[in-house]
């Protein structure tokens, strides 16, 4: 199962939700891809010079258009030259992390310029030795082993939420899952620090290719699960999901 590291930040921050918006298709063609981007930087999120947050102004951000053809499924495994290429793709409001290559699979970020920050963490490769079918029962079954991935001081919390459904993602069935939790405290240095999470997880696969799609909020932490409600709603989560992996999967060959 593709999964992603837990998210810890520190300080806090006020501002209202991002807009989002399809664009009338990709910024940067995959023909012809940039270079790979260099090294990440570290997941941790540190407090602004001086200790405090700075002001966030509503922003218009252009999520990635495709055509609106239902998704065929894949014969052979993606190979590196073409895992490599998707991963290269840039969009205008986003900046696009490398985030490694391993055995067939590729991990990358795009993350909005603007702020708030919301990411897309996507994770794409072939099943190799088999992956899960699309079928709720079967991934019901396994939500321990999904909430497990959530930061670990959040999940036996009783205000933490995780959920799991299905739905189509252009035209093909698809699992989702949805998480908010907050534990807010302070560090071992008596620093404020929380662990929260934020987020819509997509999931697909066709039995020989797969694909996990994140769409996250990455920014500081705001001080309670309302406040990440309404900087982050999972309607604006979903719509980041479900735009970057419809794109993603009518671009497999």
């Avoid at 909005?112 to 030795?129: D, E, N, Q």
């Avoid at 939420?161 to 008596?190: K, M, N, S």
């Avoid at 997880?201 to 290719?209: C, I, K, P, T």
Wanted: charged share 20%; glycine share 8%; with cysteine.
């Amino acid at each position: 199962m593709l999964r992603s590291p837990d998210m810890r930040a520190v300080v806090a921050l006020a501002g209202p939700a991002v807009i989002l918006a399809l664009s009338g298709g990709c910024q940067q063609g995959t023909s012809a891809p940039p270079p790979p981007a260099s090294a990440p930087p570290a997941a941790t999120l540190l407090p602004p010079a001086g200790g405090a947050a700075p002001s966030v102004a509503p922003a218009h951000v252009k999520l990635p258009r495709s055509p609106d053809t239902p998704v065929h499924p894949t014969r052979q495994p993606l190979d590196a030259a073409v895992l490599g290429r998707l991963a290269a793709v840039e969009f205008a409001d986003f900046e696009r992390e490398d985030q490694g290559a391993v055995a067939g699979v590729v991990r990358f970020r795009h993350t909005t310029r603007s702020r708030p920050h919301l990411a897309v963490s996507i994770v794409m490769g072939t099943c190799g030795t088999g992956c899960p079918p699309m079928d709720l029962a079967r991934w019901t079954a396994r939500r321990d082993e999904l909430r497990g991935q959530l930061p670990r001081a959040l999940r036996d919390r009783p205000d933490t939420r995780f959920e799991i459904g299905a739905r189509a993602v252009a035209g093909a069935p698809a699992i989702y899952t949805y998480q908010l939790g907050y534990a807010g405290g302070r560090d071992e240095h008596d620093q404020p620090s929380a662990d929260y999470t934020d987020a819509y997880v997509l999931y697909y696969n066709d039995q020989v290719n797969q694909i996990r799609v994140m769409a996250h909020y990455v920014d500081d932490p705001v001080g309670g699960l309302p406040k990440f409600l309404a900087i982050a709603p999972p309607e604006d989560l979903q719509q980041l999901a479900v735009a970057f992996a419809g794109y993603y999967l009518r671009a497999w060959p």
